[in-house]
């Protein structure tokens, strides 16, 4: 029944999600002028600094979004779902869509998602008037996949030059009939209704069974104009009331996007992510489970090491050996997901290596491309251990771009901040803290406090910067104070970092003070230039192209803009 109604797994069901979002500093620069950078996501490819006046021109619409959803289940309401930020949908190559979600109010029950892992770009694909396909990028959690396809396909429209037309469509909750007509006395306004439904999900997929005990009384309205969807109001109420002991769920959504600016930009090249169908995505894990097990195909953790140091000893020149390197950490993955109890003796195992870096380095990277908690708690776990000085900066970085950050992990970074590789261990902690807020508000604030005191407390340059990193990893606007009075105090050496520490800091005053320092330009200003490619696309790319305007005659942050221009598309 939980899979029924929009949303409706988030009041009911609390799943475990790893945070989607750009890589935090990992290690601290040797330079001390510049702070550490974070490798760019997949799609802000560090290309040429040149903008190609000749690429095709596309209209990128921003719009204010709010939405609400109520739930009750046999007449008792459960916890409802709010959703508000900012939209903005770019055309793409070959009829994609990309639209990137900023979210600045979020509320729901457990297993609700983060801003940070909704605010990764997602693609659809239209045909015949529905959507027909998603595409995310790798590793987004599935509560985000779910939320993101319950509100694309809650905001989708057709719009076609007829009074009346009828097309199939889908959401999160099954397959529909939406009605559209040509609203009286307003040619640009159609509005729509959903008269029937033709099939409902389940763990096998859509099923016609209990269709018909489904009914959906909606009234929306969709003002568009020559550059695109200019308003929208969804107002829809579902109702589920099925014969026998089943209970009656009402499930009610409203919802409104109002577009707020719309600019023409380049056309973006590249960064297609994979299409797939129009799913619900709480089925991901049945399917993942299945996948797991095949990749595995029954071989032991024994059967797995062995194969390890096989593949390790194999010619690191030799073209197949990367595509070995891969298949072997894959499967030592899909183990650790089907059965986390290994990831104790593959930890074990990364023990026994010790200088075989190699070995070492595949059971790493192993264990954190499992993106569960296990696989985080035995890389933590290896911490106070002797490891060789490789092994432990892998497992250090590991533990710094971890998906499935824990307490205990929090916990045992903490712990290694004075050791040799403080200054890394530091830098995780900040990048767990961030992604554990939500969840652990309480492990996470004393984390933050630690590295606030320690910045506070620093007697050297390189213990100030060290902690400015760590702090700019976490995101957390309990730090966003703190990393203010540092570019105010005009330290050349250390505003530049807390310029690019906001990189993670939500929208609203991190945006106010970013561009406060772009206008004033300089190294602080480059590095406040830079974090604007981590944040909202829509609100940044008309700024920057007003500011390089301004800096025209200032080569040095002229291609700063210019690079984060290319970034943006």
């Given at each position: ?23 935090p500093s990992v290690d601290a620069p040797d330079a001390p002028e510049a702070p550490a950078s974070a490798a760019a996501p997949e799609r802000l490819p560090d290309i040429a600094l040149a903008v190609d006046d000749d690429a095709p021109r596309v209209r990128r619409n921003r719009y204010r979004l709010t939405f609400a ?337 824990t307490p205990a992990s929090l916990a045992a970074l903490e712990a290694q901040m004075d050791g040799e590789l403080g200054a890394q261990a530091a830098l995780a902690v900040g990048a767990q803290a961030g992604k554990l807020a939500d969840v652990e508000p309480e492990a996470t604030g004393s984390a933050l406090e630690t ?119």
């Amino acid at each position: 029944m939980r899979r029924l109604i929009v949303l409706v797994p988030l009041a009911a069901v609390a799943l475990y999600f790893a945070l989607s979002s750009p890589e935090p500093s990992v290690d601290a620069p040797d330079a001390p002028e510049a702070p550490a950078s974070a490798a760019a996501p997949e799609r802000l490819p560090d290309i040429a600094l040149a903008v190609d006046d000749d690429a095709p021109r596309v209209r990128r619409n921003r719009y204010r979004l709010t939405f609400a959803q109520d739930v009750t289940v046999a007449g008792v309401e459960q916890d409802g779902v709010r959703v508000e930020g900012t939209w903005t949908t770019e055309q793409l190559a070959d009829g994609r869509v990309e639209v990137v979600l900023a979210a600045d109010h979020l509320e729901g029950p457990a297993g609700m998602p983060s801003a940070r892992a909704l605010a990764a770009p997602v693609q659809w694909v239209a045909r015949d008037g529905a959507l027909v396909g998603m595409g995310f990028s790798d590793g987004a959690p599935a509560m985000a996949r779910h939320v993101m396809t319950a509100l694309a396909t809650t905001l989708w429209s057709d719009d076609r030059d007829a009074a009346r037309w009828e097309v199939e469509a889908e959401d999160v909750t099954g397959r529909f009939v939406a009605a559209y007509a040509r609203a009286d006395g307003a040619a640009n306004v159609v509005t729509r209704t959903r008269p029937a439904w033709r099939a409902l999900r389940s763990p096998a997929g859509l099923t016609t069974t209990l269709a018909k005990a489904v009914l959906s009384d909606e009234d929306s309205r969709f003002e568009r104009d020559a550059d695109g969807l200019v308003e929208a109001n969804v107002s829809l109420t579902t109702v589920f009331e099925p014969e026998g002991d089943l209970p009656t769920v009402v499930g009610r959504v409203r919802a409104r996007l109002v577009r707020e600016d719309s600019v023409e930009v380049a056309r973006r090249g590249g960064g297609d992510l994979a299409i797939g169908p129009i799913d619900d995505h709480l089925d991901l894990r049945a399917r993942q489970a299945a996948t797991d097990r095949a990749t595995v195909d029954g071989a032991s953790v024994a059967e797995l090491v062995a194969e390890v140091e096989r593949v390790a000893a194999l010619d690191p020149e030799a073209a197949e050996t990367a595509r070995w390197r891969s298949v072997t950490m894959k499967r030592l993955a899909a183990r650790v997901r089907t059965d986390p109890a290994s990831a104790r003796a593959l930890a074990d195992a990364i023990r026994d290596a010790g200088d075989d870096v190699s070995s070492a380095a595949m059971l790493v990277g192993a264990l954190n491309s499992a993106r569960t908690p296990a696989g985080n708690d035995a890389l933590a776990g290896l911490l106070p251990d002797p490891l060789a000085d490789a092994t432990r900066r892998q497992v250090l970085t590991a533990l710094t771009v971890s998906e499935a950050p824990t307490p205990a992990s929090l916990a045992a970074l903490e712990a290694q901040m004075d050791g040799e590789l403080g200054a890394q261990a530091a830098l995780a902690v900040g990048a767990q803290a961030g992604k554990l807020a939500d969840v652990e508000p309480e492990a996470t604030g004393s984390a933050l406090e630690t590295l606030i005191a320690r910045f506070q407390g620093a007697t050297t340059l390189a213990e100030r910067r060290m902690a400015l990193q760590a702090l700019g990893n976490s995101g957390d606007p309990r730090v966003l104070p703190l990393l203010v009075s540092v570019i105010e105090g005009g330290d050349l050496m250390l505003a530049p970092i807390a310029a690019y520490g906001l990189r993670f800091m939500p929208s609203g005053p991190a945006d106010d003070v970013l561009a406060r320092l772009i206008a004033v330009g300089g190294p602080t200003g480059v590095q406040a230039v830079r974090a604007t490619v981590w944040r909202d696309a829509g609100f940044w790319l008309p700024r920057l192209q007003a500011a390089r305007a301004h800096f025209a005659d200032d080569t040095t942050i002229a291609e700063a803009i210019d690079r984060a221009l290319r970034r943006f598309g």
